[in-house]
């Protein structure tokens, strides 16, 4: 992917949110999908934007693995999985335990990934020594929080995972804050980073009013709608798959 840097530079001034509202302009992924549910939450709402590729791995802790070794082994098979994306890798894990047994990461992973040039962690299931990792300023977003790591070891590294019921890719490009984690098609990323700014200025039009002092009139609200949703659909027509 071309010019990564000068594309997370742009993401990385909008929030979650206004990624999700620009995406829907081009009408390329249903409303309802391509987005983390409820069940991950931001550890760490006050952090900035994460924005990074996706390294996919499942995770256990409920029983011990049938080989033994470490229970970071397979942590060196994942920084080798960094080099091959297109850019920083964003770790995601689904915890194949129900309910999650273990804490899928502490300071020491977070550590190691932050290292190798990660942005954030994103888990189905626990995370632990939280004070440690912000104190790294390293973004994670959990399903649990365990004091434990249990039985951890690490599966299939590399292979589709579904985590806050959306099915995650190695190398898909996840935007994620104190709202949430979302998915930006990559053939409509550098679209998506250019435009977010027409969004914001065409929201204004209502937020600078209702946000400012001063006696409100129905009729000007009114009329400041309309021209929210005149510039909102222009822009749509500009960036709309639909049809073509």
Known sequence: MKNVKALFEKLGRFDTPTICNVIELFDV??????????????????????????CTAAFRSDQAPRSTGSAYGSLETQLEQFANLDGPAVVVF??????????????????????????????SGGGRDLEQVRALHYPVFTGSTIC??????????????????????????????ANGVTRIPI????????????FVNAEAIVLDYVKAEGTKSIA???????????????LRKRVSRAGK
């Open 29 to 54: 992924v249903p409303r309802n999908a391509g987005f983390m549910d409820h069940r991950i939450q931001c550890a760490f709402p006050e952090f900035p934007p994460m924005i990074g590729f996706a």
């Open 94 to 123: 689904q915890d194949l335990d129900d309910a999650a047994v273990g804490a899928t990461f502490g300071e020491v992973m977070c550590s190691t990934y932050r290292a190798f040039g990660s942005t954030g962690l994103i888990t």
């Open 148 to 177: 434990s790591h249990a039985y951890c070891h690490i599966l299939h590294v590399g292979l589709p995972v579904r985590v806050g019921g959306l099915t995650v890719h190695t190398n898909d490009l996840l935007h994620g804050d």
């Open 187 to 198: 053939d409509i990323a550098h679209e998506v980073a250019d435009i977010a700014q027409e």
């Open 220 to 234: 000007e609200f009114a009329d400041r709608m309309k021209q929210l949703g005149e510039a909102v659909q222009g």
